[in-house]
């Protein structure tokens, strides 16, 4: 089955920095994408939800970068700030209903 | 407001003791999850259940089963708790099909078997 490998597993980076989060999947089938990020203590809020068909989605403060070609799916934060602060997690989902998330990365922005 | 609501907000049991935890949600879906949240975050799909259709995980134990009394609750029972049963459990909700198929999450409910 589908497996999604994320990485890094921690990013560390200064308040106004660039992050850069990326999945790979597995399965061509896949065809929906999504960006969930998690604050200490809560569930999971959804960042992005990204079509097959659709390359590059742009956000509040992040852009969103799906390359079928090399099946890789990656979160950019864009100036990011402490509020940034958070563990990430990319899942995908092909023609079933469940998700497969990725490991999860966690990312500290310091001032 | 609409979103997906837990409860409790966190347990602590004992091995053998029977639990139950609660979801509801509010958006109008039709279609409700249990995933559990390990304690290195990994996230897995343990159930995903609608009026037609109860997809079980097969890693999930018989101890774990869904109960769903209308479409918009999903609760999980754990028939004799095990100290491998700790962790988180998220409870999200979606429609079946089609491109609004975005799964929106509650706020999980910790448990922690001693």
């Known amino acids: 089955g589908e497996q999604v490998e994320q990485r890094p597993p921690h990013l560390s980076v200064r308040e106004g920095d660039s992050a850069v989060i990326i999945c790979t999947y597995t399965d061509p089938n896949s065809y929906y994408f999504f960006w969930y990020k998690q604050e200490p203590g809560a569930g999971l809020q959804l960042l992005m939800k990204v079509f097959s068909s659709t390359e590059i989605n742009e956000g509040q403060g992040f852009t969103v970068l799906l390359n079928k070609k090399d099946k890789q799916l990656s979160l950019n934060l864009t100036a990011a700030h402490p509020g940034d602060s958070a563990v990430y997690f990319c899942?995908?989902?092909?023609?079933?209903?469940?998700?497969?998330f990725g490991t999860g990365t966690t990312v500290s922005v310091s001032p | 407001e609409t979103a997906v609501f837990q409860t409790p907000n966190y347990h602590v049991t004992q091995v053998g003791n029977e639990v139950s935890f609660n979801c509801k949600q509010t958006?109008?879906?039709?279609?409700m999850y249990w995933y559990k949240q390990d304690s290195k975050k990994l996230l897995k799909i343990m159930f995903s259940?609608?009026?037609?259709?109860?997809?079980v995980n097969e890693t999930v134990p018989r101890r774990f089963s869904p109960q769903s009394s209308d479409k918009a609750h999903l609760n999980l029972r754990i028939k004799s708790v095990e100290p491998e049963d700790s962790a988180v459990y998220l409870c999200?909700?979606?429609?079946?099909?089609?491109?609004?198929?975005?799964?929106?999450f509650g706020p999980g409910t910790r448990l922690l078997v001693l």
């Open positions: 899942a995908v989902r092909q023609g079933g209903r469940a998700l497969i």
């Open positions: 259940y609608n009026n037609k259709q109860l997809i």
């Open positions: 999200a909700s979606s429609y079946w099909g089609g491109n609004q198929d975005t799964q929106y």
């Open positions: 958006l109008g879906h039709d279609t």
